[in-house]
């Protein structure tokens, strides 16, 4: 089939390798002529796709990539949106969807389908994207095909693939249904459908809202367990030996990235504006996850008193910037948080991260080093903020003078756990 991949980001760029590794012919279209530059030139951004990989794809003729929208004027028979949908002052911006949805528009054809991926609220599909196609188009709901059918990719995990995670399907209509699941069974193992957009739209804000609100309950905890003289950790292991009724959630610095910090917002602002009524869940959720980064300052600061070192001027190392562990994405990240406040306060901060490549923007007042023995011993504290397995926790034990343990990996007498 001709594909269209509209955002070649952290979603769409392993979308469009992989279906074009399935014998499709994909167009990766994007706004963005540096992307677009980088990747016609083999060189991928995106961790789960291999500079390998997207050469493969491209030498094959499988795979081509633009920012030239009249580059679709040959028409597609199925293309997915895969743009971004932030926030803006509390409320989900889709700014960025309708934009994509008027260029597929003025080159959508009958019987061609349009998918969309991009995480919203209920309702998205029907009520702004069909109406925006059928506008541009002229053409009416039926003579083409929609649906929705949610992202779920993991950064990072090498425990989920991409096809093996099963993959929620659905469409305006039954015909739909149909296309889009043919669709995406030529590229995941397992495909499942749902009776309608809604129910799969509100699936994706579900996964999310489910991860943030007990991450946050944990969070909560870490403040708490010390003032009740537990050791929390040890808690998590002894309620996760239960088979049943339990997730193991931890700690840590607070959640970031595209989902967790966004996605369950949308689901409350829909919930609101529908029926007046707050998702309270979400937003005491939220605001537990906003405070981690000052409670981890404010551990740091504690610990820094007992030693009597001055937090202006004191010497910080920061091991692990990005959002979660073994990612590369700095979108929402705690750890930029956690270094922004140390850097209002004097402190010279440093920050370790070999999954970042050099050159990646972080914080002006934040030197990148790497994790060095030397590095390590200099510090007035070590903050291990994200476990990235590529760091050798064995040499920051043994190195440095105090460490604050945010993700319970070190252990001794130099090593005090969130």
């Known amino acids: 089939m001709r594909v269209v991949v509209a955002g070649q980001g952290y979603?769409?760029?392993?979308?469009?390798?992989?279906?074009?590794?399935?014998?499709?012919?994909?167009?990766?279209?994007?706004?963005?002529?540096?992307?677009?530059?980088?990747?016609?030139?083999?060189?991928?951004?995106?961790?789960?796709v291999t500079s390998v990989q997207l050469r493969a794809v491209l030498d094959s003729g499988a795979y081509s990539v633009t920012a030239d929208a009249t580059s679709l004027a040959g028409g597609y028979d199925i293309a997915v949106i895969t743009v971004p949908t932030p926030l803006r002052d509390g409320?989900?911006?889709?700014?960025?969807?309708?934009?994509?949805a008027r260029t597929l528009g003025e080159h959508l054809r009958s019987g061609a389908t349009v998918v969309l991926e991009s995480t919203s609220y209920p309702g998205t599909t029907r009520e702004l994207l069909v109406p925006i196609l059928e506008e541009v188009s002229g053409l009416r709901a039926g003579d083409f095909l929609a649906g929705f059918s949610p992202e779920r990719i993991t950064p990072g995990s090498k425990r989920f693939s991409f096809?093996?995670?099963?993959?929620?399907?659905?469409?305006?209509?039954?015909?739909?249904l149909d296309a889009i699941k043919g669709f995406y069974d030529t590229m995941f193992d397992i495909t499942v459908p749902v009776s309608s957009p809604e129910v799969a739209e509100l699936a994706k804000l579900l996964e999310n809202t489910f991860r943030l609100v007990n991450i946050s309950m944990i969070n909560e905890l870490a403040m708490l367990a010390p003032s009740l003289g537990v050791n929390l950790w040890e808690a998590i292991?002894?309620?996760?030996?239960?088979?049943?009724?339990?997730?193991?959630?931890?700690p840590g610095p607070g959640v970031g990235g595209h989902c967790l910090p966004?996605?369950?917002?949308?689901?409350?602002?829909?919930?609101e504006r529908e029926t007046g009524t707050p998702f309270r869940f979400v937003e005491l959720a939220t605001e537990v996850n906003r405070r981690m980064p000052e409670y981890v300052v404010d551990r740091l600061l504690d610990a820094l008193y007992e030693r009597r070192i001055p937090v202006k001027g004191a010497r910080i190392l920061l091991l692990g910037l990005t959002y979660k562990a073994n990612a590369t994405d700095l979108r929402e990240s705690p750890s930029l948080r956690v270094a922004g406040l140390l850097c209002d306060l004097g402190a010279e901060v440093r920050?370790?991260?070999p999954n970042l490549p050099e050159g990646v923007h972080t914080e002006s007042a934040v030197l990148r080093v790497d994790a060095s023995?030397?590095?390590?011993?200099?510090?007035?504290?070590?903050?291990?903020?994200?476990?990235?397995?590529?760091?050798?926790?064995?040499?920051?034990?043994?190195?440095?003078?105090?460490?604050?343990?945010?993700?319970?990996?070190?252990?001794?007498?130099?090593?005090?756990?969130?």
């Open 351 to 353: 920050g370790a991260d």
């Open 262 to 271: 966004i996605d369950p917002v949308f689901l409350s602002w829909k919930a």
């Open 11 to 48: 979603v769409g760029l392993p979308l469009a390798v992989r279906a074009a590794s399935a014998g499709h012919r994909v167009v990766g279209y994007d706004v963005d002529q540096h992307r677009t530059k980088q990747l016609a030139a083999g060189e991928s951004f995106v961790q789960d």
């Open 91 to 100: 409320a989900p911006d889709l700014s960025f969807v309708e934009s994509c």
């Open 373 to 418: 023995p030397g590095e390590i011993a200099s510090a007035d504290a070590v903050v291990l903020l994200m476990d990235h397995a590529l760091f050798d926790f064995d040499v920051v034990q043994e190195h440095a003078s105090y460490v604050l343990d945010c993700r319970n990996r070190l252990s001794g007498a130099n090593v005090e756990v969130l």
């Open 237 to 250: 292991d002894a309620a996760a030996t239960k088979p049943f009724g339990f997730t193991r959630f931890t």
């Open 163 to 176: 096809e093996e995670t099963p993959k929620l399907v659905s469409g305006i209509d039954a015909k739909s």
